[in-house]
């Protein structure tokens, strides 16, 4: 074989796909745990959805109360969790003290660490999935049975079409909606 | 309402750029690695900064993170208090439109208002007390200031407080508590662009200083001599709105106001008049004495006030007609629609023309029963005292005699804008205490020893009254970004503390309150006082009730002694008018980068001003566009670039005030014509007899559009009134080409946008509005030079005809949402595509930047990012952002979206509430800041929609339409109504 055509015929192709597979391989190991289903950073305060949302029942939006109003489902002011623990469990224990009516005191705000995270270029509106009927639990898992809060979905484009594109098993039987938006400006404005 | 909402400490972390001194873990430097291995992905691979939520410790009730709120203000130019409405997303101000409650604006405000955004974030602003060279606290700041001004009371000295306009009553409060406390005080109110002209001939005409309000949408004449009641004059916000309310006829024979234009320089009212007359800003004061003459002799309209016919007797039409060089049969004509629209006609007189021009034009509309119809005068108040060029002159001469112990400068800038800066700053350095109150460094804090950093009016309480039937607030919208105060406050403290007195109020949202219940809150009201502040602190403006005034009698001595003054004057030499800057005002806009950006609406000059000369002069002289010129008047002359103005009359030049600041984003671009203003003569604003010479350099112009002519193109068609009924009769003509998709089916909407080119004046409110909309980024002039300037819409505008007066048509460009986008095919990525609502996307995550779509777009309007113009903003600019809309990187491809953002939260919201979107509640931002409501947005699959008939209109047309783009937009042709050549009556 002429030297040119082995390398033509051999030397590139594999050069090619040695190149494609070192920036997949490495790009997929080299991803941000923040991206994998799965993560669970530390928090900075214990608090268990497995104890509000699992054990007392407390409703999604008691806490997260503008999912159905607004772009963020937001987490709850310091404030709100004395709405209960000012009369209920625990008001006295050192948890409690240490960890929100401190604060409250010093007006110290609470870092929560971002599970779910979505890159600038997407508008993600919690309010119209909430609206539509998809459960909280489609997107965020049994966080009833969540001490940490873990994700449970990956947030790629494909995940958010598989459901746009075929809604019904994520919606109440009754609704009337069929498909999801599709348009870029659905999601990237 | 009444609160202020903003985040607690801690909550803007996230915005901060992620600590650099983080250590290189293996797993970053694999990420690294991976990333210097594809460079083609970089951009992709790189991992965001780790993420926290921040939420309140304490929730304000009425605010929900990711939803807007609004809240009604007010903010004061000169003597206009602009009723504003401020959006905030989780506190922060991030846009500006108009009080849609408040009568005078409904819902508009202006561009430079709208631009106030920057100012608040601007990264100039002062951020804590300075005595002399040295950063210092308030507690000292004030006690220098305090003893100082001890010892000037002590010594029986005078103070001298000098202000911008005061037209807010409980300012006015304040600082007669300073002079109360401070007897030797002398207060002196000075707004370098403001013209008194007007004033001046109220006083002499009527013994009052009354300056009624102008009902430019009650005249169906218009008359403007020298007079931009559409660009910088006045209340242009109103008069816009008012005047495109008449411009729009749906058919041939409904009424349209016509406007006649007597003017040196092509002013934006100029540029939009039925009849535009160019002529030498000294022929206004003789041609409207000759047009009052002509009415009562041609017309048998009487003098008014007992008016002997004798005194205007030199006055005669023909005569002005030849001694300026204008056309005799047009100013007939005028003079004959005058005389038709009795009542309704309104002349208007520019505030650069002396007080005799004024003493005329008044005197015309008192023939013709203006008063009371088209001047409003019952809601006029007695003018805030302001100083003239000439009071100025005499401040200084007492400054350099150092009458004055101390010098209080509360957010002004005489040392820049004044008509002799110069000699001024140098005795400014004889007084012992300067202070200056002032927002950010300029050239007067530079020469202050006490230095206090007050708060910007988004961050403050005030409350104004610049016309008798409107009280307006203003309200924080944010708490002080930095260590500032409010001036108000300042000097509240130090009149406490001169008179000792401790128990005096010092906070100035309590002192007005108690103000407004002591004076305004009407007894008897069944609201409580909180109820009623409050009330009144929603809506930003209280409606009161004026009595109607009686029709004023003019004294026959001033118009005597006014014609006097006239007669027999001839124009001599070159004549200059200087006028404020529609961007820059008197300068105080200099470091808003929006605004510098912003191509004038007639030249496209930004980032500049130069002198406009007129084509024949220009040849005279021998100059071209660019080339430096020296403009000599009286002993003060200035260098600057020339720019040869189609339809300059002759024999005049005009120069921009407001340029030529020194430092920040201007940096010293321009040239500052204040030192042509005049403390002498009959108007400060106006220049005779002025020396125009070869300086020999060049400085060129940076211009935002380059070329001026449709080459015969129907791109901004201009028809007559009876162009249009004749045009009106013929059935379109479909020049759409034949397409391979003739049907497209549309989803739920098809959005669609109507513009009336008729009711455009051009101004450009519409492009600040969506630059603040859509964090379009300031590139700078070098980038404007190479063209990469990044306005998603623009105004073009259009020379025709003859250069010495041309026929000048605005249009708006923004991009044209095809159904058939040349733009779409030829993107290798798929990154520009079409939705099922008829909107082209840009979706700027997949633009790889080979910029094919700008190449194939024949409307040029992709805008190309060149640069990472966001990531250098200075802190806290980014502030301003608006959080809806992405903030493009770098090599992306980005154009007007229709204000998606907009569109998506709108259906959202209908949805939510189970009903249908409902027409006209989806704005996007060009058409919500539109004063002239020349933008209808809406959706084309409702046939009733206003878009709908709209595009339906027989005077619609699309842009190229010939190229089978089949644009969203139609465009309704603008229409001129002039006087029938024929001489018979005008159409009114």
């Known amino acids: 074989m002429h030297p040119r055509d082995r390398f033509l015929y051999i030397v590139v192709p594999l050069g090619v796909v040695a190149v494609l597979t070192t920036m997949l391989v490495v790009g997929r190991t080299a991803e941000p745990a923040r991206y994998a289903v799965g993560y669970a950073p530390e928090q900075p305060i214990p608090f268990s959805h497995r104890v509000h949302a699992g054990a007392n029942r407390v409703p999604c939006q008691y806490c997260h109360t503008n999912a159905d109003r607004s772009r963020s489902a937001t987490i709850p002011a310091v404030q709100t969790c004395m709405n209960c623990h000012r009369y209920i469990s625990m008001a006295d224990s050192d948890v409690i003290q240490k960890a929100v009516v401190a604060r409250l005191q010093i007006d110290a705000p609470l870092k929560w660490e971002r599970v779910y995270h979505l890159p600038d270029h997407v508008f993600f509106d919690h309010r119209s999935h909430v609206n539509a009927g998809v459960q909280c639990a489609t997107c965020h898992g049994d966080v009833k049975r969540m001490d940490v809060l873990t994700r449970v979905m990956d947030l790629r484009m494909g995940t958010c079409l598989a459901c746009h594109r075929g809604p019904s098993r994520y919606l109440p039987p009754e609704s009337p909606i069929k498909k999801g938006p599709t348009d870029c400006t659905a999601c990237h404005r | ?988």
């Not at chain 2, 118009?559 to 027999?568: E, I, S």
């Not at chain 2, 403390?679 to 020396?691: A, E, I, M």
């Open chain 2, 1 to 988: 309402m009444g609160e202020v909402h903003e985040f607690r400490q801690g909550a803007l972390d996230p915005i901060e750029p992620p600590s650099e001194a983080e250590p290189v873990s293996r797993r970053r430097f694999l990420s690294l690695m991976a990333a210097s291995a594809a460079l083609a992905a970089t951009s992709a691979c790189e991992s965001p900064p780790a993420d926290t939520i921040v939420p309140y410790t304490k929730k304000p009730t009425d605010v929900i993170p990711g939803v807007a709120d609004y809240y009604a203000s007010t903010y004061q130019e000169g003597l206009i208090p602009y009723g504003v409405l401020v959006k905030a997303r989780e506190g922060r101000p991030i846009h500006i439109d108009g009080n849609d409650e408040h009568p005078r604006f409904r819902g508009k405000t202006s561009l430079r208002a709208q631009a106030e955004i920057m100012s608040l974030y601007s990264a100039e602003r002062l951020r804590q007390p300075r005595l002399g060279d040295q950063p210092a606290s308030w507690k000292e700041a004030d006690a220098r200031v305090v003893d100082a001004l001890k010892q000037v009371a002590a010594r029986g000295e005078a103070a001298l407080l000098l202000t911008p306009a005061v037209i807010s009553p409980t300012r006015r409060a304040v600082i007669a508590d300073l002079q109360e406390a401070l007897p030797g005080l002398k207060h002196v109110a000075w707004e370098p662009a403001l013209g008194l002209t007007e004033r001046a001939a109220a006083e002499a005409l009527y013994g009052d200083a009354l300056v009624p309000r102008h009902r430019v949408d009650k005249a169906k004449v218009l008359v403007a001599l020298e007079a931009d009641f559409l660009g910088t004059m006045g209340n242009a916000v109103e008069a816009m709105s008012g005047f495109a309310r008449n411009r729009k006829p749906a058919k041939p024979t409904d009424p349209m106001s016509r406007l006649y234009c007597v003017e040196s320089r092509l002013s934006l009212t100029g540029s939009n008049a039925d009849v535009r007359v160019p002529m030498r800003p000294s022929g206004a004061a003789p041609l409207a004495f000759a047009v009052a003459r002509a009415l009562h002799d041609d017309h048998g309209v009487t003098y008014p006030f007992g008016l002997s016919p004798r005194v205007l007797h030199p006055f005669h039409l023909d005569d002005v007609a030849r001694r300026y060089n204008v056309d005799a049969g047009t100013l007939t004509s005028l003079v004959r629609d005058l005389a038709a629209a009795e009542g309704e006609s309104l002349v208007l007189c520019g505030p650069a023309l002396p007080a005799e021009a004024h003493v005329a034009a008044a005197l015309v509309n008192a023939m013709l029963g203006a008063e009371g119809s088209t001047l409003e005068t019952g809601v006029a108040v007695d003018g805030a005292p302001l100083a003239s060029p000439a009071d100025m002159a005499g401040v200084a001469r007492d400054v350099a005699a150092g009458v004055y112990g101390a010098v209080i400068f509360w957010e002004t800038n005489p040392s820049y804008a004044m008509p002799d800066a110069e000699g001024f700053n140098k005795a400014l350095g004889r007084v012992p205490l300067r202070v200056s109150l002032a927002l950010a460094e300029d050239e007067t804090t530079r020469r202050c020893d006490v230095v206090l950093p007050v708060n910007h009016w988004l961050e403050s309480w005030n409350d104004y009254d610049a016309s008798a039937d409107l009280l307006s607030l203003q309200q924080p919208l944010i708490r002080s970004l930095y260590d500032t105060r409010q001036a108000e406050e300042i000097v509240l403290g130090w009149a406490s503390a001169l008179t000792s007195a401790t128990e005096a109020e010092k906070d100035y949202r309590s002192y007005l309150m108690q103000r407004w219940e002591r004076e305004v809150y009407p007894a008897g009201t069944p609201a409580t006082f909180q109820q009623f502040w409050t009330a009144a602190v929603h809506d930003g403006v209280l409606g009161r009730d004026v009595r109607p005034r009686p029709p004023r009698n003019g004294r026959v001595e001033a118009v005597a002694d006014a014609a006097r003054a006239v007669a027999g004057e001839t124009a001599a030499g070159m004549e200059l008018l200087l006028e404020p800057d529609l961007k820059m005002w008197d300068g105080r806009y200099a470091n808003i980068g929006w605004l510098q950006e912003l191509p004038d609406p007639l030249t496209k000059v930004c980032w500049g001003n130069y002198l406009a000369v007129s084509p024949s002069d220009a040849k005279e002289i021998g100059v071209a566009d660019g080339d430096t010129v020296t403009v000599a008047a009286g002993s003060r002359r200035v260098t600057l670039p020339v720019l040869v103005q189609p339809g300059q009359a002759p024999g005049t030049v005009f120069g921009a005030l407001g340029y030529g600041r020194e430092g920040g984003v201007s940096g010293g671009r321009g040239t500052n014509l204040f030192p042509l203003v005049t403390d002498g003569g009959r108007s400060p604003f106006l220049r005779s007899s002025v020396s125009v010479v070869r300086a020999g350099g060049s400085q060129p112009l940076v211009r935002a559009q380059t070329e001026f002519s449709t080459h015969g193109r129907d791109i901004a068609p201009v028809w007559s009134l009876a162009e249009y009924a004749r045009n009106a009769k013929e059935p379109k003509k479909d020049r759409s080409l034949p397409t391979l998709n003739p049907n497209l089916e549309w989803g739920d909407h098809k959005w669609g946008m109507a513009i009336d080119l008729s009711a455009c004046v051009g101004c450009g409110a519409c492009q600040v509005a969506c630059q603040s909309e859509n964090n379009i980024p300031v590139v700078g002039p070098e980038e404007v030079d190479r063209g990469r300037i990044m306005h998603w819409i623009r105004t073009d505008v259009y020379y025709d005809g003859p250069a010495d007066n041309p026929r000048v048509a605005h249009s708006l460009m923004l991009c044209q949402q095809c159904d058939d986008a040349p733009c779409e095919p030829v993107c290798p990525v798929a990154a520009t595509v079409h939705s099922e609502d008829g909107l082209n996307e840009q979706v700027y995550n997949r633009c790889i930047g080979v910029r094919y779509c700008a190449a194939n777009c024949p409307y040029m309007v992709r805008r190309f990012n060149f640069f990472d113009y966001t990531s250098t903003l200075t802190d806290p600019l980014d502030l301003a952002f608006n959080p809806e809309v992405t903030v493009r990187p770098r090599g992306v491809m980005e154009k007007c979206t229709f204000c998606v953002q907009r569109i998506r939260n709108g259906v959202q919201i209908a949805k939510d509430e189970g009903r249908a979107v409902r027409d006209g509640e989806i704005r996007p931002a060009c058409a919500m800041a539109c004063p002239a409501e020349a933008i209808v947005f809406g959706d084309l699959k409702d046939p009733d929609s206003r878009v709908s008939r709209l595009s339906r209109s027989n005077r619609g047309y699309k842009v190229l339409e010939d190229l089978g783009t089949r644009p969203a937009i139609t465009y309704t042709v603008e229409l001129r109504n002039p006087p029938e050549a024929s001489g018979e009556k005008g159409r009114v």
